[in-house]
């Protein structure tokens, strides 16, 4: 079963920076295509980043042109570059692996613990 471990979340005042990464093991990393999703206090988890085996990749429009999705196959992790950050950008980021469905993605059943992004304004 793969396993996933966020880490580089934490407290960022407006317009500031964050790196997020996630450690993947189990599975064979080099063919998933990657997401992160992020959760917000009472809403729903939601998309924010995908990148494919062939480094394609789609954002959300609320982070297009702030983040960009990056993977090292080599070292088993995903990245998720975060600039100009928003306080509406507050949220517990999650990665996992995705399926495409067309124009959507579907996650894999389990997820890690997440890393908490706060950004203060």
């Known amino acids: 079963q793969v396993q996933l471990v966020e880490s580089g979340g934490g407290l960022v005042q407006a317009g500031g920076s964050l790196r997020l990464s996630c450690a993947v093991s189990?599975?064979?990393?080099?063919?998933?295509?990657m997401a992160w999703y992020r959760q917000a206090p009472g809403k729903q988890r939601e998309l924010v980043a995908a990148?494919?085996?062939?480094?394609?990749?789609n954002y959300a429009d609320s982070v297009k042109g702030r983040f960009t999705i990056s993977r090292d196959n080599a070292k088993k992790q995903v990245y998720l570059q975060m600039n100009s950050l928003k306080s509406e950008d507050t949220a517990v980021y999650y990665c996992?692996?995705?399926?495409?469905?067309?124009?959507?993605?579907?996650?894999?059943?389990?997820w890690g613990q997440g890393t908490q992004v706060t950004v203060s304004s």
């Open positions: 189990g599975g064979i990393f080099s063919i998933k295509s």
């Open positions: 990148i494919t085996s062939g480094r394609t990749t």
């Open positions: 996992n692996q995705v399926v495409a469905h067309g124009a959507s993605w579907s996650p894999a059943a389990n």
